[in-house]
DNA sequence: CGTTAGCACTCGAACTTTTTGAGTGCTAAT
DNA sequence: ATTAGCACTCAAAAAGTTCGAGTGCTAACG
């Protein structure tokens, strides 16, 4: 399965990438030598260009068509034919830079224009997933009462993270009493992830000592509801970009990739999957059978905002898209949030 | 101007739209006598169709087409000639019900699901606007200390809206000196609405007797910061929809209307128009220059948050919409998110 | 007089046919 | 090993047909 090829075919195949992610059309032997200047003559080419497609690198659509790369072949090109840019460019740069300026800002805000910039730098879709609230680490909560039977509790991750869950009540209670639930629980659960909060809470609910004090119950039993489902934020933005591409123009496909964004629960599968490993990573086309919908690709790159939690932002786009282009930006820009998020 | 239309041209005409809504297909004499059961012969009806163009009520696209009603025609036919059901499906009426029920939500939640609501019902697209900001009332505002130099500031409104801020502060102050200033902060501003308590912030920051009382100028200047911009938030769900009617089916069209919703500034622009009456209202095509792509209406009501707090839900699509359907489903949840949200 | 049947005419949509040209694979010459 | 040359392919664009739902007009009818 170690491919041997040729320094030659390497050239041919880059050039075939790069003209197909250029314009979108079936790359021919012809258009090929003309425009990069291989020292080669078509039918040359169009040798090499066979053997390619003998290994399911290249697939013509028809027979006398061009050919388009495979999924394979993306795979092998962005692993060892392309060399990403270490420097993006400085405009770029700057421009996330810019943008990243943001205070007076909650978490929120900040993933939001962040995947606004991802998806305008990079002309796709730029996607954004906050921390998993389970890794999060517990900084304070607060009730507050709005009505006799109705607490709007408040939990504060240390990074910042502010979540809001309106509680419905039986019985009143005062708001004296609130405020002393919420120190009792800010004493037990400091510095404990919101997963370990959860644990301790359902034990402490359990012993001997809390099952006669009714106070205590009701400080857990609220505070057990308010961190209940964790419903990681997905902030997906520029979906009008994909429309420019020439490959979705149709409507049926457009429709498709539309509906199947809007339920963001298989963009979550994938993205939670690639906050498995650190660092940049890629998936083509069909590799995430998740994005079944076909053509799609994803660079993805995790970001901290905090000791140990972390988020995955990314760029989605076709599979013919820039990688060259999208890998440094979606590398810098985690590291710039990773850098403006940190609580230092 | 007074359109003395009789009796027949109004059932024509109606028939005429009614047919465009269900084909999206120019109408034709013909067609219209076979499909609705009016008792008149194809050469009537054209007659009656001439004259009905000559109005400015009808077009058609070119000599041997059918006719188009024109925008004109749909606001005369929703004024006074479409009789809107005032009795919802009992269908609609129980799903709209049973996706009500959300408990535990805070507000942006329960907005969120409801524009979804909005467009799974209609098949159109769900907007709703939460309420301006500067129109609640405030209820209680809080300091958490995040690290050395970041304090998060909590604002909680009477209707449960939450804002969080991030401010960054130079000097460190300590979590007493935070609590005693919410404490202050609490005690002034308390049943003002936020449009007031800036006014009232402004003030008191230039009298004199809390110049000297460094305590105080560090409360107020936080607390204007945290009220500081007012960015009304949209919920804009089901664009997908959008997709499915024929009439956007060209891509060119399609992405420019994506493009448009992206920056909800106009959108917004419109929204804040149609909060100025109570009720529903409705627009049509180009009548708001703001959706100045052609071929969208759209029916909002405004809804209530509180004692006298409201925000705009509602629905967007084609001109070409059965407002018939759409209209009570507008009213309808805006009745029902009214009640569900109020304040008892 | 309002209504209707009849007729010639229009013109986009859909279907065919033709043309075009970028592409291929193969073979023979360099 | 490379390349020039050639016959062949086939989608897409252009040109040409057919078809039918529409129209407006005129004349007849109750």
């Known amino acids: ?5 040729s320094d030659r075919s390497k050239r041919i195949l880059e050039a075939v990438i790069e003209d197909y992610i250029a314009t979108a ?12 200047s291989l ?44 060399e990403v840019k ?19 800002k909650d978490l929120g805000d900040v993933l939001k224009e962040t995947s606004r910039l991802l998806s305008s730098t990079s002309s796709y879709m730029g996607v954004v997933m906050a921390p998993r609230l389970a890794a999060n680490v517990f900084h304070q909560m607060e009730f507050v009462k709005l009505g006799s039977h109705r607490i709007l509790a408040i939990l504060v991750s240390q990074n910042g993270t502010v979540q809001n869950r309106l509680l419905e ?18 004493g037990m659960l400091q510095g404990l992830t919101i997963a370990q909060v959860r644990e301790r809470l359902v034990a402490e609910m359990q012993s001997e000592k809390v099952r006669y004090d009714s106070m205590m119950t009701k400080a857990l039993t609220l505070s057990e509801q308010t961190i209940r489902s964790d419903g990681a934020e997905i902030f997906l933005e520029g979906q009008a970009n994909i429309l420019d591409q020439p490959e979705f123009c149709d409507a049926g496909k457009m429709r498709e990739i539309f509906r199947a964004f809007e339920k963001k629960s298989l963009l979550l ?56 282009r999208v890998i440094p930006i ?9 850098r403006l998020l940190e609580t230092e």
């Open 269 to 324: 599968d994938l993205l939670d999957r690639s906050m498995q490993a650190e660092g940049v990573q890629i998936f083509i086309g069909a590799e995430s059978r998740l994005l079944k919908m076909e053509g799609m690709s994803l660079v993805t790159s995790t970001y901290m905002t905090g000791k140990d939690t972390f988020g995955v932002l990314g760029v989605i786009g076709p599979t013919r898209m820039g990688y060259g």
């Open 39 to 82: 020292e080669l003559s078509p039918a040359t080419v169009r040798n090499v260009m066979s053997d390619l497609e003998e290994m399911g690198l290249l697939v013509s659509p028809h027979t006398s068509a061009g050919r388009i790369p495979t999924d394979k072949a993306y795979r092998l090109y962005v692993n060892s034919i392309l």
């Open 330 to 338: 979606v590398d810098y820009t985690a590291k710039l949030i990773s």
């Open 86 to 104: 270490k420097n993006l460019p400085q405009g770029n740069r700057d421009e996330i830079r810019r943008r990243c300026r943001m205070a007076g």
């Open 1 to 5: 399965m170690e491919d041997q090829l």
């Open 25 to 36: 059309e079936p790359v021919g032997s012809r258009t090929l030598t003309r425009s990069h």
């Open 169 to 186: 009540i039986q019985e009143e209670i005062p708001q004296e009493e609130l405020v002393r639930m919420a120190n009792y629980l800010n």
